[in-house]
Nanobody
Framework: VQLQASGGGLVQAGGSLRLSCAAS????????MGWFRQAPGKEREFVAA????????YYADSVKGRFTIFRDNAKNTVYLQMNSLKPDDTAVYYC????????????????WGQGTQVTVSS
């Protein structure tokens, strides 16, 4: 299983970015997908997750109402639309996949992408 995250960059506070995570080597629709982030000196934290068909989504309180996770199973891709970005959102963002139940814990995921840097300037 390979996950390739992209779309990070430098943006001013209040701006938007869309992250993408493309999967290969799997039957993508079998996998629940999640986004996590890790800031320097901090533990990896849950951001959002989505079920196999996209019917249910889950968010960390810190991003609820600003971020949206969605997926396109025809393209084997999950997205994270990030709006109203804040400096506290600065981190490396990782996508992850699991065939188990949707989880907010990193240990609940079996496969990880390489991460994409998001930097929000004030």
């Amino acid at each position: 299983v390979q996950l390739q995250a992209s779309g990070g960059g430098l943006v001013q506070a209040g701006g938007s970015l869309r992250l993408s995570c493309a999967a290969s080597g799997v039957t993508y629709s079998d996998y629940r997908m999640g986004w996590f982030r890790q800031a320097p000196g901090k533990e990896r934290e849950f951001v959002a997750a989505i079920t196999r068909n996209g019917g249910s989504t889950y968010y960390a309180d810190s991003v609820k109402g600003r971020f949206t996770i969605f997926r396109d199973n025809a393209k084997n891709t999950v997205y994270l639309q990030m709006n109203s970005l804040k400096p506290d959102d600065t981190a490396v963002y990782y996508c992850a996949a699991t065939r188990r139940v949707v989880s907010s814990a990193p240990r609940g995921y079996d496969y990880w992408g390489q991460g994409t840097q998001v930097t929000v300037s004030s």
